[in-house]
């Protein structure tokens, strides 16, 4: 049974930083492809991230997140972070990770994710 649980989130002014967490339990991690996904009060989700199972651990990253966050993977701990930094207020919402096979983004959205975790919230704020 695949669990995927994230920690990390919290309050933080603008301009600063956090680190997200995904811990992976149930599955090879490096058989998946992860993607980072956040919804935000009467929004939809969108997905931010996505680091792929290849050995390059290529990635997408959202337009609105491009040089600010950085994903990445530790096959051996089975977990794959989030370095979020330059946060923005806009950048408040629930963030979720999630499974697939590969990083797949149309018109600029991530598609074809299963399992999902339960999220952590994040709040940008001063």
């Known amino acids: 049974q695949v669990q995927l649980v994230e920690s990390g989130g919290g309050l933080v002014q603008p301009g600063g930083s956090l680190r997200l967490s995904c811990a992976a339990s149930g599955i090879p991690l490096d058989g998946y492809a992860i993607g980072w996904f956040r919804q935000a009060p009467g929004k939809e989700r969108e997905g931010v991230s996505c680091?792929?199972?290849?050995?390059?651990?290529?990635?997408w990253n959202a337009d609105s997140v491009k040089g600010r966050f950085t994903i990445s993977r530790d096959n051996a701990k089975k977990t794959v972070y989030l370095q979020m930094n330059s946060l923005k207020p806009e950048d408040t919402g629930v963030y979720y990770c999630?499974?697939?096979?590969?990083?797949?983004?149309?018109?600029?959205?991530?598609?074809?994710?299963?399992?999902w975790g339960q999220g952590t919230q994040v709040t940008v704020s001063s």
């Open positions: 999630a499974t697939s096979l590969v990083c797949t983004a149309v018109l600029g959205k991530l598609i074809g994710f299963t399992s």
């Open positions: 680091v792929t199972k290849t050995s390059d651990g290529s990635t």
